[in-house]
């Protein structure tokens, strides 16, 4: 079994900065993406920033020059550094990573719980 456990959200006034972490736990064979997504009331999950395994970054063109996504392979923790946040970054931001599980033969996306970020004006 694999989990994905989600720290750092909270409120936080615009301007400010917040770090969300990720770390996967369990029988993890490897993980290849990892990223964050984000959900605001009454809309879709968007992607927020992906990074691949080898350290390529993805990132949404309303985070971009704001957020860094990096990871820590070691310690199967993915990160994302927030900074001169806005009112409409605030959503529940969840961690996803693509992970083979020990003995597996397909990979399969796994979520964490997610965690609230609220972005004061």
Do not use: H
């Amino acid at each position: 079994q694999v989990q994905l456990v989600e720290s750092g959200g909270g409120l936080v006034q615009a301007g400010g900065s917040l770090r969300l972490s990720c770390a996967a736990s369990g029988s993890i064979g490897s993980i290849n993406d990892m990223g964050w997504y984000r959900q605001a009331p009454e809309k879709q999950r968007e992607l927020v920033a992906l990074i691949a395994s080898g350290g390529r970054t993805n990132y949404a063109d309303s985070v971009k020059g704001r957020f860094t996504i990096s990871r820590d392979n070691a310690r199967n923790t993915v990160y994302l550094q927030m900074n001169s946040l806005k009112p409409e970054d605030t959503a529940v931001y969840y961690c996803n990573a693509l992970i083979l599980v020990t003995g597996g033969i397909w990979k399969k996306a796994y979520w964490g719980q997610g965690t609230q970020v609220t972005v004061s004006s």
